[in-house]
């Protein structure tokens, strides 16, 4: 079965600080990827996906994430975080032709300013 | 151009009692999916529908639980003779087409059973 794993539940960084945060799924075919974000009281909302071409892709707010099929890795980065990016970060992936997205746990990622 | 929409946002009810949630899609967004959030955990797919049909509904409890997305009218999550265990936030995405199309979430409902 699909699944996806997140690598931390909680980061806590400093401004200006670099953020990275994990994602690996398992599935063997082909998939589409995204990365989800939910800021206090507000929906969630798309930050980035991934279905095919360059493998590293960008999305909003400075947000970037890369694909590394043999890792079975999506992992996010910013390179200067803000207090505004605190927010709770989901990892998705499904089936590419599919519609059954599967949703990590999720990362709380709180900026001290 | 409104978003999804989900009422109520709050809804409580006792142990054996119906629950009903409800979820207004984008405008032109056919396809609507619900999700179940427990506390600590992430978003678990339940059912995907487009209008009049169910297209995957893996994610769905055998029992107590159905989901319809009329031709006219919100989608609608029903939870027969609900228990402790059903208490979450449920949300309700939609999207045009495709499964590479983005999802649009709802606020969610946030479920009580007493």
């Known amino acids: 079965a699909q699944s996806v794993s997140q690598h931390n539940h909680h980061v806590i960084l400093s401004e200006a600080a670099s953020l990275e945060l994990g994602c690996n799924y398992s599935?063997?075919?082909?998939?589409?990827l995204f990365w989800y974000v939910q800021y206090p009281g507000q929906h969630l909302q798309l930050l980035l996906k991934?279905?095919?071409?360059?493998?590293l892709v960008k999305g909003i707010k400075g947000f970037e994430a890369e694909f590394i099929k043999s890792k079975f890795s999506f992992n996010l980065r910013k390179p200067s975080v803000q207090w505004s990016d605190t927010a709770e970060y989901f990892c998705?992936?499904?089936?590419?032709?599919?519609?059954?997205?599967?949703f990590g746990a999720g990362t709380r990622l709180f900026v001290k300013a | 151009n409104a978003g999804v929409m989900q009422n109520p946002r709050h809804l409580v009810r006792r142990r054996g009692q119906e629950a009903r949630l409800r979820c207004s899609p984008m405008?032109?967004?056919?396809?609507v999916y619900w999700y179940r959030q427990l506390p600590e955990e992430g978003l678990k797919f339940m059912v995907y529908?487009?209008?009049?049909?169910?297209?995957?509904e893996s994610g769905m409890p055998k029992e107590r639980f159905s989901a319809e997305f009329p031709k006219e009218g919100p989608s609608i999550l029903r939870i027969q003779q609900v228990v402790r265990g059903d208490s979450a936030a449920y949300f309700c995405?939609?999207?045009?087409?495709?499964?590479?199309?983005?999802?649009?979430f709802g606020p969610g409902t946030r479920l009580t059973v007493l």
């Open positions: 995405a939609s999207s045009r087409s495709g499964s590479t199309d983005t999802q649009y």
């Open positions: 998705a992936v499904n089936r590419a032709g599919g519609f059954k997205t599967i």
């Open positions: 405008k032109g967004h056919s396809h």
């Open positions: 599935y063997g075919g082909t998939v589409n």
């Open positions: 529908l487009q209008k009049e049909n169910i297209i995957d």
């Open positions: 991934y279905f095919s071409g360059d493998p």
